[in-house]
């Protein structure tokens, strides 16, 4: 490096070497970094920066005219560094000033020369050609801006990690760490000397290899013990279970592997079959065909049904890409019908099946969506959490009910995947049992072809504090494995990349095999007594696909499930597109939808099933189900399957929802009736949503299935009176005094408490609310869900997981609070929501509502309870809360376009106050949720300019733009009928007056109704980004406020000629408003 650089660094280690290493004497050594070391510089043009680091050198001394190159470079770099940031500024705005001319941003040799001269470095004669080339590398004549920041920076410096760390030691210590000792108490200092020298005399007599494999069994013995050792986190890379204690196979491995073979079989024929009869439906054959085995034994073996006892059964999470596989077995136990499985992917007849598991398509069979990535394994966890939260609450037994989750391999790169992880760990949901599918390849390509995903995965999940069930070689395989006298094979094992091993599957060559797994690593007698043929077979067929393994791995997993106190998870080591040897373990088979005759042909061959050549020609052009196989409902292989279904409580998958409706009874319509009345006493809606909520879980047998669920935020809304009372819910009690004990309202926890507290985290929570609004089918036990949070970290954060929650049918109530883009004032730009109730109206389950006053509110939740449990319907009710205070009126004695002011609430408009009749001039102000309180005051600002106001109440405007469509559509196609109306035509239509149209959503929210609206519009909402300030300030910023509404009414009229436009100018010179507006997020002036 550089003298600068080397003096930084001494004064760095005399830093770390000094005996008094406080944090005064690290200033100076860091002052020093800061002004030798590497140096950025900034160039900003058209919002663009480019940061070049830049370092110092000595000029040269030769006279102008006769530099060499190096010296010319040196001096450039010497000009720079006096003042590195003006320079390089200075010089890239002429850069750029030059090369714009021409629009090349290049620059030819004299125009870098005089570019030169303007910074400080004149060239003269040949240094101007000679210097240019040291910057022209590509020899193009001119040079580029990207060129000479690049060579005048010189070459990168090495990363500090490389690919070393694949064969660094990952132990306890990080790597850096290995040779230092440890600070742990020793309590007989020559009895642990003896030790340390019996483990060097390991070491020297047997090697390091045989030296860990002792470590590792010793420290199993010593947690079996009960002695309280963490062990390490991976383990070798070899079954978990051996083979001297695999419990014997209960059923007929020999009918199971037919019954397979079939499956998988129509798997794959219905997959290429769709696509040749409707090109570009789509569809997944490698995944099923990988993880088909496990399915097929948890089938035979594992999966309860609903009527198993204990509960209604197990919850299956099946990788979404495996959905043929659930059809292609119902289609064997005759509940799929052929007509059906041929229209794979092809539903609007009505005929077909789902893509995914698409409960909303298939409400009879699927349970759980899956498909989006991710998302399945923390639902799986979170209903396996809620699971043990109605048993130890006492509202369904489900002692005996688990919850399987399969997961891709790739999938596991997903945040949520991880985050499940984490979170069945330290909830220690031992009736959860994931399944990781390890193929080792994503879409693209593998996985992690550097590396090991499974010792990857054993790590993070025994991390985490599952028990980890490595099922990764089949018995041929694992008859090396179990031979292996000094662990050295395991080594080879353990180092070979997951990218080679899919090579090997891919290529099938036993030759090659042995040579690069065993000659090249001294290991070819190993393998001696095998033909290339029989070597490559036995690799073929891994862990995952090998029925005995299969069996042991799930078995302890259950018996985990019963007695352990963790949750489990298999790492089954499968092959993608197992048994298709065209395409098995490639990187394009996950784009494999169809198969080719002679491909059809070599598959039935391997899987031994009953076609001719002629019939797989017939039907290979996509000319019906002549090559599907089902040998009949009397068939062996038939009869077999459904024994075995029957035994374990019913077939899988299958969905038998609980009708509400029949078996619970809602509450009285007069428990909503508490703010009829109105309260002069200022309070928030979300206020007025906490005293309805405590008055409903008070109800008997439906208060105790209320379920309120906050993410950390109870305080925030007023709700920490609800911890005493109803006491948040803790598995394992509360074994500590809380701060607060000695008060009334103290933090309470207890295993049967009713209130979910999700922690920090909006998806988490998310998925425990579809837990709980889906267990009326999953258990038959309703519960009603109530999670009330910060409205902008839904639809924006987790409306994925929203969309999933509508897919599976879930019913409950989302309320976003502190919601507005002006009413929660402080929180700034990240937490100001204005645009939730747009985003939910694309959500066909989602009603969205926009509630004033809190009567209102309790309206809209006696809807939403009937609506979901009075009539059965799978809804999902969204409402904003917002948490600024005031007056809540009485229900207006009026109607709506003959309507009661109820039911006008319901419909999503209604008329709130009369316009005075003894004004000339009238205008109409639609509003909603705390803005409403502007518009009230603007009805006094418009008084003084002789303009009545009559005012609206929109509690959904999403709903109004919904009957709207539906309307337009039945008029459209009924052209001989007359045209269909709707609710917000009939309230608003017949006008021709000035609406104004205002509340704490964006803009685009009210255009939903703007165009059934008669005469002029006036659209004030609040678009842009939010930011920190007071309410008032934040509200003329926007233009929502009672005066911005006053000019909108006024300026409108005078569009139509009812006033003199001097009239609205008057007001914006008296409320002191312009057009003129500063908006700092932008990169000009607003609008």
């Excluded at 200092?189 to 290899?209: F, M, N, R, Y």
């Excluded at 041929?476 to 080679?500: A, C, H, Y």
């Excluded at 709700?719 to 005094?737: L, S």
Aim: proline content about 5%; aromatic content about 10%; hydrophobic content about 35%.
């Amino acid at each position: 490096p550089p003298p600068p650089v080397r003096a930084c660094r001494s004064a760095l280690v005399r830093g770390f070497r000094s005996k008094s290493a406080k944090m005064m004497r690290w200033t100076a050594p860091f002052k020093r970094l800061a002004q030798a070391g590497v140096e950025t510089a900034r160039t900003n043009r058209l919002g663009s920066r480019l940061y070049t680091p830049m370092i110092k050198f000595r000029a040269g001394s030769t006279a102008l005219g006769d530099r060499s190159a190096e010296e010319l470079l040196s001096q450039l770099r010497s000009v720079i560094g006096k003042d590195s940031s003006s320079s390089l500024l200075q010089l890239s705005n002429e850069w750029f000033g030059r090369a714009d001319k021409d629009r090349s941003m290049q620059l030819v040799a004299e125009e870098l020369s005089s570019l030169m001269a303007e910074v400080g470095l004149p060239l003269e004669g040949k240094e101007v050609q000679t210097f240019f080339e040291v910057f022209d590398i590509n020899k193009s004549g001119s040079v580029s801006y990207a060129e000479f920041t690049a060579t005048l920076r010189g070459e990168m410096p090495q990363f500090a990690a490389s690919l070393a760390f694949m064969n660094q030691y990952r132990g306890h210590y990080p790597s850096a760490m290995v040779s230092s000792g440890t600070d742990l108490a020793i309590f007989d200092k020559a009895e642990a000397e003896e030790w340390i020298e019996s483990l060097d005399a390991v070491i020297q007599h047997h090697g390091p290899t045989r030296t860990r494999f002792m470590l590792h069994e010793l420290m199993d013995e010593a947690v079996r013990k009960g002695v309280k050792v963490s062990p390490p986190i991976t383990t070798p890379m070899i079954n978990s279970i051996p083979t001297s204690v695999e419990p014997v196979y209960p059923g007929d491995i020999a009918m199971e592997r037919r019954v397979s073979n079939l499956v998988r079989w129509n798997a794959a024929v219905m997959v290429s079959d769709g696509n040749k009869r409707a090109m570009g439906v789509g569809g997944h054959i490698g995944t099923f065909a990988s993880i088909c085995d496990v399915w097929e034994v948890g089938m035979n073996h594992f999966f309860r049904g609903k009527a198993y006892g204990g509960g209604q059964g197990d919850q299956i999470y099946m990788q979404g890409h495996a959905s043929p596989g659930a059809y292609a077995r119902a289609y064997l136990e005759g509940r799929l019908s052929l007509e059906r499985i041929m229209n794979f992917r092809q539903e609007v007849g009505g005929k077909g099946v789902s893509s995914y598991p698409h409960p909303r398509l298939m409400p009879d069979f699927w349970e759980n969506p899956t498909v989006s990535m991710g998302i399945g394994p923390l639902v799986a966890v979170t209903q396996a959490r809620f699971f043990r939260y109605l048993h130890l609450r006492g509202m369904a037994d489900t002692s005996a009910c688990r919850v399987w989750c399969f997961i891709g391999d790739g999938e596991m790169d997903e945040p949520e995947s991880i985050y499940a992880i984490a979170r069945a760990g330290y909830e220690r949901l031992n009736n959860l049992i994931m399944i990781v599918n390890c193929n080792y390849q994503r879409l693209d390509g593998p996985v992690r072809g550097n590396s090991k995903v499974i010792q990857e995965f054993e790590g993070v999940f025994r991390g985490a504090g599952f028990d980890c069930i490595k099922l990764i070689w089949g018995s041929e395989w694992n008859k090396l494995v179990d031979k292996d006298p000094d662990g050295r094979f395991i080594e080879v094992l353990e180092r070979t990349p997951d990218g080679d091993c899919q090579r090997y599957a891919a290529k099938q060559d036993g030759a090659l095999l042995r040579k690069e797994m065993f000659d090249d690593n001294g290991l070819g007698d190993r393998v001696a007594h095998l033909t290339d043929a029989e070597l490559i077979s036995a690799y073929m067929q891994p862990g995952g696909h090998d029925h005995k393994k299969i069996y042991a791995a799930m078995l302890q997993a259950e018996k985990n499930a019963e007695s352990g106190g963790r949750p489990s998870v298999i790492l089954a080591k499968t092959l993608k597109g197992f048994s298709l040897a065209t395409f098995q373990g490639r990187n394009t088979v996950h784009q494999q939808k169809t198969m080719k005759d002679d491909e059809l042909m070599g598959f039935r061959t391997v899987l031994d099933i009953p076609l001719t050549d002629e019939q797989i020609k017939s039907g290979g052009e996509g000319q019906g189900g002549e090559f599907f196989r089902n040998p009949g409902m009397d068939s062996p292989e038939v009869r077999y399957m459904v024994e075995q279904r029957q035994r374990l409580g019913g077939f899988y998958p299958t969905r038998q929802p609980a009708k509400v409706s029949s078996i619970i009874e809602i509450p009285e319509t007069v428990t909503y009736t508490l703010f009829d009345k109105g309260n002069p006493k200022p309070m928030s809606t979300t206020m007025a949503f906490a005293s309805l909520l405590r008055k409903l879980m008070k109800m008997g047998d439906f208060g105790k299935r209320c379920v309120p669920m906050v993410t950390d935020e109870a305080r925030t809304f007023g709700m920490n009176a609800f911890f005493h009372e109803f006491k948040i819910h803790a598995p394992f009690g509360q074994h500590y005094t809380p701060v607060d004990h000695d008060i009334l309202m103290k933090y309470s926890e207890a295993p049967d408490g009713q209130i979910l507290q999700e922690g920090i985290s909006e998806a988490g929570a998310l998925c425990t609310w579809i837990a709980c609004g889906t267990s009326y089918a999953s258990q038959g036990c309703p519960m009603l869900p109530f999670f009330i949070y910060y409205s902008m970290f839904g639809f924006q954060r987790v409306g994925d997981f929203i969309w999933q929650a509508a897919d599976a049918r879930s019913r409950g109530f989302l309320l976003g609070a502190t919601a507005g883009r002006t009413t929660l004032n402080g929180e700034g730009l990240q937490h100001q929501d204005g645009h939730s109730n747009l985003f939910a109206i694309s959500n066909p389950a989602c009603i969205a509502w926009d509630p004033a006053f809190a009567y209102e509110l309790a309206y809209i939740i006696e809807d939403g309870i009937y609506k979901m449990w009075g009539q059965d319907k799978d809804l999902i009710y969204y409402i904003s809360l917002y948490n600024e205070n005031h007056p809540m009126p009485e229900v207006p004695k009026h109607t709506t376009c003959g309507v009661s002011t109820k039911e006008a609430v319901l419909k999503g408009l209604y008329k709130f106050q009369e316009a005075p009749a003894d004004k000339a001039l009238s205008v109409r102000v639609i509003s909603s949720g705390s803005i409403m309180q502007q518009a009230l005051r603007a009805v006094d600002l418009l008084a003084e300019f002789g303009v009545g106001v009559e005012i609206w109440s929109a509690t959904n405007i999403g709903e109004l733009n919904r009957e709207a469509f539906k309307a337009e559509r039945y008029s459209r196609l009924h052209p001989m009928e007359p045209k269909k109306s709707c609710w917000v035509n009939d309230c608003l239509g017949d006008y021709d007056g000035v609406t104004v149209i205002s509340s704490d959503n964006i803009s685009q929210y009210h255009q939903l109704i703007e165009k059934y609206c008669g005469g002029d519009v006036v659209n004030l909402g609040t678009d842009g980004f939010g930011r920190s300030d007071t309410r008032e300030q934040l509200r003329r910023f926007f233009e929502i406020d009672s005066e911005s509404i006053c000019v909108g009414a006024l300026t409108a009229l005078a569009r139509q000629g009812k006033v003199e436009p001097q009239v609205a100018q008057d007001a914006m010179d008296k409320f002191g408003i312009k057009y003129e507006r500063q908006d700092i997020t932008m990169d000009k002036d607003w609008p």
